[in-house]
C-alpha cells in the first residue's frame, strides 16, 4: 500500500514539474522567437516559430512561421507550409490568401487570380462571409476583387442589409462619385436610422466648397427620390442637409417650406432651418421661415417660439449694423411689445420679456420701464431657474438705476438658492462688483478668490481678471484713490454714463500717470467707444492693449473684441482673421482660442487670400 502511494506521489510530481517545465519552455521559445522577429532577424525566429507551430498548430504561430520563410523568399518552403495547412482547414481564408502571396511573389499571377476568382465564386449566402472576404480583399488593397465581393453578396443577399457602406467607400476610392452616392442613398433606403451616418460619410467624400460636380450629382439623385416617392421625407431632408452645407440658406428654407406644406409637418421642420440660419447669422433668411411659421396662425406648436425667435433676429439684424438708430431700436421695441401683448402670460413670452427688459435697460436708456416689466413678471409663477435668472437681470437693471445694494440683495439671494449652478456663480460674481464699486476692496477680493476655480468658465476668467485688478493695484505703498477712482469709472460704464466715465478714466491718467492700471484705462476707454458704436476709437485703444500690454491678462480680450468689431459690425472678416490668428498663436491657452479657431476656418473657407 505504501510503496502504491508513493508511486502515485511521483507520477504526479513529475506530472506537475514536468509539465510546469513544458509550458515554461515554450513561453521562452516564444519570448525569443518574437524577439527575434522584431529585430527583423527571421533566420533566427524561424527556427523557434517552426518549433512553436510543431507543438501548436494554431494561427498566430502559422502566420509568424509563414512570415519567417516569406521573408527570406524560401518560398518553396512557405508554399508547402500553406497547402498543409489550407488541407487541414479548407475554409480558412487567411491560409488560402497566403497560398495566392506565395504565388504573386514567383510570377504566378494567373494562379493567385485563380484563387480569388474562386474564393468570390464560392461565396456562400452568408453575410459575414461575405463581409470577411471583401473587408480582407480591401485591406490586401485588392480594391477590384472586394467590389466583386460585395456585389456578389448583393445578388445572393437579396434581404437585408447590402454592403452599401462598404460599396460606397470602394466607389470613392475608384473615384466614381454617382456610384458612391447612390449605395449611401441607398442605405436610406434600407433604413431611415442610418440618415445621420450617411450626413457624416457625405461630408467625409465631398467637399461642400468646392467640388461642385459631386453636388449637382448629389442633388440629382436626391431630387429623383423625391420625384419617385413624395411622401419620404428623408430624403428632401437630406436635400436640404445639403443646401445647409452649402450655405445656401434660402433654398434651405424654400425647401423646407415645400416639405412641410407636403407632408404637413406643423411647421417644425422650418422652425428648425429658420434656427440653423439665426446660428449661422444669416439673420434675413431665419425671418423668412419664422415669419412662415407665425403665418400658419396660433393653433400651430410653433407658433410662440417662432414668434420669440422672430423678435430676437430683429433685435440682432439691428444691433450688428455697424451704426443703428434710434429709430431702428424703436422699431424694434414696437415689435416686443406687441407680441408681449398677444402672448400674456405664455411661458415662451417670459423669454421675450427678458429680451425686452434688456433693450429697455441698455440700448434705449428706459431702465425704470425695465424695472417694472422685470417687478411684475417676477409674481408669475416660473420655475426657481428661471427666477433666478430674472432677479439677476433686475439686479443689473438696478445697478443702471444706481441701486446698487437693492441689486446686492437679488443677487445675494440668487447665489445662496442656486450656490452649485452657474447662475448663482454669475450672481455671486454680480454681488462681489457691487462690493467693488463701493469701495469694500477686502471684501471682494475673498469673493472673486473663490469665483477664481469656478466650473463656468467666463466667469472663473472675469473674477481672475478682477482679482488681479484689485491684487496688483493694492499693495501696501499705493493709494486707494486711483483704484475707487476706477471702480467709479467702472460704474458709471455700466449705467451708460458715457461722458462722466471717460471724463474719471481721464483724471486718473493725470492724477496718477505712471500708474499700474495704465492698461485697464486704456481698455475700460475702449469698451466705452465699443458701446457708443464709435468702431474705429475702440479698436484704436483695444489694439494699445494689444500691442503694449498684450503679455498681460487683458491681451486676449483686447484682441478678440477687435475681431469680433471687424467681423460682425464692421463687416471686415479678413482683417477679423488676422486677430483671431493673433489669439490661436500668441494667446494660446486663452478662454476664446474655440471661438477664434472656428472663424478663423470659417472665414478662411468663405474668403481665400488668394
Known sequence: MKNKKLLIFIVFTLFLFGGNHYSYAQTNDNKLANHYFNKGEFAKAEVYFEKLYKKNKSKTYFIKFFECL??????????????????????????????????????RQDEADGIY??????LAPIQSNVTKLGKTFSNKTKFDYALKTYLKGKKIIRQGYQFNIELAKLYSAKNEPRLMINEYLNLIDYSYSYKRSVQNYLARAIDFETEEDKIEILKEELLIRI?????????SEMLIWMYLQKKQFLNAVIQAKALDKRLMLKGKKVYEIGNVCKSNKSYSNARIAYQYVINLGQNKPYYNLAIQHNLEVSFLEVTTKSNYSKVELGATVIDFENALSELGGAEQSFSIVKQLAIIYAFYVHKPKKAE???????????????????????????????????????YMQVAKELSEDPIGHEAKFKNAKVFYYDGEFEYAKAQLDVLKASTTKLIANDAMELYLLLQDNLGIDTAVVPVQMYANADLLLQQHKYI???????????LFPFHGLADNILFKKAEIYQKQQNWTKAITFYDNVVKSYGFDILGDDAAINIARIYDFHLKEPLKAKTYYKKILFEFSASLYSEEARKRFREIKEELPEN
Open 117 to 122: 476568382d474562386r474564393l468570390v465564386k464560392d
Open 227 to 235: 420625384q419617385k416617392n413624395p411622401s419620404n421625407q428623408y430624403f
Open 500 to 510: 462722466e466715465a471717460l471724463a474719471e478714466l481721464d483724471s486718473i491718467s493725470k
Open 372 to 410: 417694472k416689466l422685470l417687478s411684475k413678471t417676477l409674481e408669475e409663477s416660473m420655475t426657481s431657474k428661471q427666477e433666478a435668472e430674472f432677479k439677476v437681470l433686475l439686479g443689473d437693471v438696478y445697478v443702471v438705476n444706481d441701486r446698487i445694494w437693492d441689486a446686492s440683495l437679488l
Open 70 to 107: 516569406f521573408y527570406q523568399e524560401k518560398y518553396d518552403d512557405a508554399e508547402k507550409l500553406s497547402k498543409r495547412q489550407i488541407k487541414k482547414y479548407p475554409f480558412e481564408i487567411e491560409y488560402i490568401f497566403r497560398l495566392a502571396e506565395v504565388f504573386e511573389k514567383t510570377n
